[in-house]
């Protein structure tokens, strides 16, 4: 059965590409004998985009780039060098096993155990949210930000996940310290590992509580907050901030496999948002600034709360580039106001 989808870089080969049997009988199927196959990178990179256009799995050419390139330890670009290089038995039948987990919603990153992020590769696993390209312009903003200041920036990233947010910025502007907090300690692990990776273990200190409780009892952040003229120059979250409705209607690729605790934010999708704006004040300078990541329904309600704080001046709310509410930013109200 032909897929509606549309087929990407896809016209090379076309006239000798096999059908769909042909491929269940002989990659797919474990018992066929694959050493009677001369698969090369070429042959494979076809037959898997092919395999997932028809399961429905977005941007199957690079999907199946990446899962290749990831069983081969080639980069991407290496596979187009090596088109006729042979697939080994070995390699093969581990690609067997993520093309059939791929076809069945399994997300890429956390096949190959990575994904890319502000133009850094993070570490991923199950335990953590993949990190979105939204959240880039997020990033973008909070460097912005950080660069029209002088001196050490303290900045606290709350809800940090595998630490995509703190590492971007941490390697973007030397002069940030970074606080990065997370609920999971799971989470903080991979966090660990994408830190100790940019070698930026001087720079970020990660905490483990329900957003702002890890900062309190600590004596060495309280001295890093008093020490920065008490509070932070910036205060960023991407919290989880799903509706109950909208997380019964997610596709299985994200409800099956990404953590429930990095989504779901209640009925309305807002608890995140509340427990915050009411006590984030304790935790910035004047003049400081908090941005937040919202759902594209949310920049109303969001901006509502961070007025009725009356703690902010400045209040902005930016779309993404499709057009929907994306971020929300606030500059706290500087001390001669
Ligand atoms: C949407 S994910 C964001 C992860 C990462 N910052 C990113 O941008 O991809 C939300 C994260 O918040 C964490 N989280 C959920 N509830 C929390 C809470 N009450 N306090 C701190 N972290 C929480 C989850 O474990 C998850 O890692």
Redesign the pocket.
């Known amino acids: 059965m032909k897929s509606s989808r549309p087929r990407r870089g896809y016209k090379a080969n076309q006239t000798q590409r096999p059908s769909n049997l042909f491929l269940f009988f002989t990659f797919l199927c474990p018992s066929y004998n694959l050493t009677m196959q001369n698969w090369t990178i070429q042959k494979l990179l076809n037959w898997v985009t092919e395999y997932l256009t028809n399961k429905g799995v977005d941007s199957p050419r690079l999907s199946a780039e990446l899962l290749l390139s990831h069983v081969m330890g080639l980069k991407r670009i290496e596979l187009y060098t090596q088109f006729d290089k042979s697939v080994s038995k070995q390699q093969l039948d581990k690609l067997h096993d993520l093309v059939e987990r791929a076809g069945d919603s399994e997300p890429i990153a956390y096949l190959t155990g990575k994904t890319e992020?502000y133009s850094l590769e993070l570490e991923v696993n199950p335990d953590?949210?993949?990190?979105?390209p939204e959240?880039e312009l997020?990033v973008e903003r909070a460097i912005e930000f950080l660069r029209t200041r002088t001196g050490t920036q303290f900045v606290c990233?709350?809800?940090?996940?595998?630490?995509?947010?703190a590492v971007a910025i941490a390697k973007n502007v030397p002069v940030a310290r970074i606080i990065a907090?997370?609920?999971?300690a799971a989470?903080l692990d991979i966090a660990a590992q994408n830190i100790e990776k940019y070698s930026l273990k001087e720079k970020i200190t990660l905490l483990c509580?329900?957003?702002f409780?890890p900062l309190v009892p600590q004596l060495d952040v309280e001295k890093l907050v008093l020490d920065s003229d008490r509070g932070f120059d910036l205060i960023i979250?991407?919290?989880?901030?799903i509706t109950a409705a909208e997380f019964e209607s997610l596709n299985k690729n994200i409800k099956a496999y990404e953590?429930r605790?990095?989504?779901y934010?209640g009925e309305d999708g807002l608890d995140?948002y509340r427990?915050l704006i009411e006590k984030v004040d304790e935790f910035l300078k004047p003049d400081a600034a908090l941005m937040l990541?919202i759902g594209y329904a949310q920049g109303p309600a969001v901006k509502e709360l961070l007025e009725q704080n009356g703690t902010f001046t400045e209040i902005k709310i930016e779309k993404d580039f499709r057009n929907n509410d994306r971020i929300a930013i606030a500059k706290k109200m500087s001390l001669l106001k």
């Open positions: 992020f953590c949210m993949i990190p979105r959240t997020l990233d709350l809800c940090t996940g595998c630490g995509c947010i907090t997370d609920i999971s989470v509580g329900d957003l409780d979250c991407n919290p989880p901030y953590p605790i990095a989504l934010a995140i427990r990541e």
